[in-house]
């Protein structure tokens, strides 16, 4: 069983790196600061404690060796910040590269390791959104930065881009669905452009279990 770090409802990051846009338009003012919208991300879905939601993953490549794994598995998160995905079975040609397996970010999490910056407010899919640059405190040599478009209304995050020093770009969207009360993420899509690598990918998740007990030994595996 492979167990790996996730934010809420983002296994699809996680396979898209285990295989291998939209540009922000600068306003000179802005009703809000980035470390404020975070604030209001952290809000959302306010009384979730805890979720367990099953995932279907399915990746295809477009170009050379074309494979076209499909995974199972199950998703968890305990607040304050404790993400896991696990996979019921993991392909034997991906076990080298597992290492990979990533997760879209925690707006908590953001805060810790990331410079937050809010560089211009634009419409995506006729809903205006605040689009928020990340970029490592401590310099990275693969990912030059990420942008966060946060949707103005819901402060939910329909879209994330990566952008990286080779040149490399990963895109995911996303959409949610009301389960249980709380606005959860639905189905995910990415298109991945990065050395040796162009595929698309696309997840969807089950129903949510919501406030649960959860055993710690999930995410401390995933360490």
Known sequence: METFAL??????LALILLLGGVQATAQPSSPLDAATIITRMEARNVSLNSYRSRVHVNVR??????????????????????????????????????KLFT????????????????IGTQTLNDRPVYVVKLT???????????LVYVDAQTYELPRMEWYYRDGGKV???????DD???????TQHADIAITHVRAVADSSYGPYQTNIALDDAVFQQSK
């Open 7 to 12: 934010m809420p409802g983002n296994a699809l």
């Open 61 to 98: 490549m477009l170009n050379f060796p074309w494979l076209a794994p499909k995974l199972d598995g199950t998703a968890y998160y305990k607040r304050p910040g404790a993400f896991a995905v696990v996979f019921d079975r993991v392909p034997s040609y991906a076990h080298g590269i597992t």
């Open 103 to 118: 997760d879209i970010g925690d707006p908590s999490a953001w805060r810790k390791d990331q410079t937050l910056e809010l």
């Open 136 to 146: 490592k405190k401590i310099y990275s040599t693969i990912l030059d930065r990420a």
């Open 171 to 177: 895109t995911m969207t996303q959409a949610y669905r």
């Open 180 to 186: 249980g009360g709380f606005q959860m993420v639905a």
